[in-house]
């Protein structure tokens, strides 16, 4: 095997360590605040890219509309969620976190923070491109193999 080769060997097993940390980080986060897994996803999702509706967070977790409507309903049950009028648009509604939700992204948060802390400020610019740069690569190779547009790994 190649030096590149084994480079990116290494590159993949550290990533796909940081894929199980993060797995059970959230199966952490579920049972502590008594979600489900896919409410504490969906609230990842509207922290990270604040309201949605309820047909993006569908597609952001690859589940059915019903499934969705469900998923919606739990959240707003649980408290952590909220359904409101779309500004421009009567007939979609938007999806965004309550107090209680953002007291769990707050929460999480701080745990997650804690995973940088072997860093130095000098190097969390660098750090955060990196991160940023192979989630989006993800993404892409995700919608690539979805749409059918390549075979896959």
Not at 41 to 56: C, D, P
Not at 96 to 103: F, I, N, P, Q
Not at 105 to 128: K, M, N
């Amino acid at each position: 095997m190649s030096g590149e080769a084994e480079l990116v060997d290494e590159a993949v097993r550290s990533l796909r360590a940081v894929i199980l940390a993060g797995e059970s980080y959230r199966q952490v986060i579920a049972q502590l605040t008594g979600l489900g897994t896919t409410e504490t996803q969906a609230i990842s999702y509207l922290a990270v890219h604040g309201s949605r509706g309820q047909n993006e967070l569908m597609a952001d977790l690859r589940i059915t509309s019903g499934a969705a409507t469900a998923l919606v309903d739990r959240l707003e049950r649980q408290g952590v969620a909220e359904r409101y009028p779309h500004p421009h648009d009567r007939r979609r509604a938007l999806v965004r976190l309550t107090e209680a939700g953002k007291s769990i992204v707050t929460l999480s948060r701080g745990w997650l923070a804690e995973s940088f802390r072997s860093f130095s400020p000098e190097d969390l610019p660098g750090v955060s491109e990196t991160l940023r740069r192979v989630a989006e690569d993800l993404r892409a190779a995700s919608a690539e193999v979805t749409s059918g547009h390549s075979s896959g790994p």
